[in-house]
């Protein structure tokens, strides 16, 4: 079975400061791991994947994410935090060959100004 | 080029009422996912269609819901029979051929409420 983990439901960083949003996975077999981001009353955005190759992986609007097997980890990271950047994040994995995503339940980013 | 594009953006619908939801996916794309999302919680897979074809229906509840994906128009969800536990909101996402991309592009979505 395949889940997904966000530890985390709100997330505050200040504007300019570096952020990071958590995210662990359990799959079986090589995972397939996503990052989308959802505005209020809108769908969801794709920022970022990775399926094979450099485990860091650079996405829309200065994102990156970090594949770690030995800790089943894909966090979030931007290095400068803007106020526009406050959203809910959603992590999904899909196993090899699966069709669908599994989604985490999301994590509310706040920037402060 | 139009991304997925869902209708209606909102839904109310009295309880033992049907509610049908559209979705045309992005140009080019042939596959299908509907999600749920209800409120405070993370996307369900539902279904995942191809032209014609429903591929897997894992995450379909048993009873009241169906989905089509028709050679011409849109791929439609449809609840019969709602009840207030079916408000929520809908979620399509289309994708490419799975060789040459994984990432499934997601539709505005439909807010249904069950009154």
């Known amino acids: 079975a395949q889940s997904v983990a966000q530890p985390e439901d709100q997330v505050n960083v200040a504007e300019g400061n570096p952020l990071t949003v958590k995210c662990t996975y359990s799959?079986?077999?090589?995972?397939?791991l996503f990052w989308y981001v959802q505005y209020p009353n809108r769908g969801l955005q794709f920022l970022l994947k990775?399926?094979?190759?450099?485990?860091l992986v650079k996405g829309s609007y200065g994102f990156e994410a970090e594949f770690n097997k030995s800790q089943t980890s894909f966090h979030l990271k931007k290095p400068s935090a803007l106020v526009s950047d406050s959203a809910l994040y959603f992590c999904?994995?899909?196993?090899?060959?699966?069709?669908?995503?599994?989604f985490g339940t999301g994590t509310r980013l706040t920037v402060i100004p | 080029n139009a991304g997925v594009m869902q209708n209606p953006r909102h839904l109310v619908r009295r309880r033992g009422q049907e509610a049908r939801l559209r979705c045309s996916p992005m140009?080019?794309?042939?596959?299908v996912y509907w999600y749920r999302q209800l409120p405070e919680e993370g996307l369900k897979f539902m279904v995942y269609?191809?032209?014609?074809?429903?591929?897997?229906e894992s995450g379909m509840p048993k009873e009241r819901f169906s989905a089509e994906f028709p050679k011409e128009g849109p791929s439609i969800l449809r609840i019969q029979q709602v009840v207030r536990g079916d408000s929520a909101a809908y979620f399509c996402?289309?994708?490419?051929?799975?060789?040459?991309?994984?990432?499934?592009?997601f539709g505005p979505g439909t807010r249904l409420t069950v009154t």
């Open positions: 996402a289309s994708s490419g051929d799975r060789g040459q991309t994984y990432e499934q592009y």
């Open positions: 799959v079986s077999g090589n995972p397939y």
């Open positions: 990775y399926i094979t190759g450099d485990n």
């Open positions: 999904a994995v899909s196993q090899t060959g699966a069709n669908n995503l599994f």
């Open positions: 140009k080019g794309h042939s596959h």
């Open positions: 269609l191809q032209k014609e074809n429903i591929i897997d």
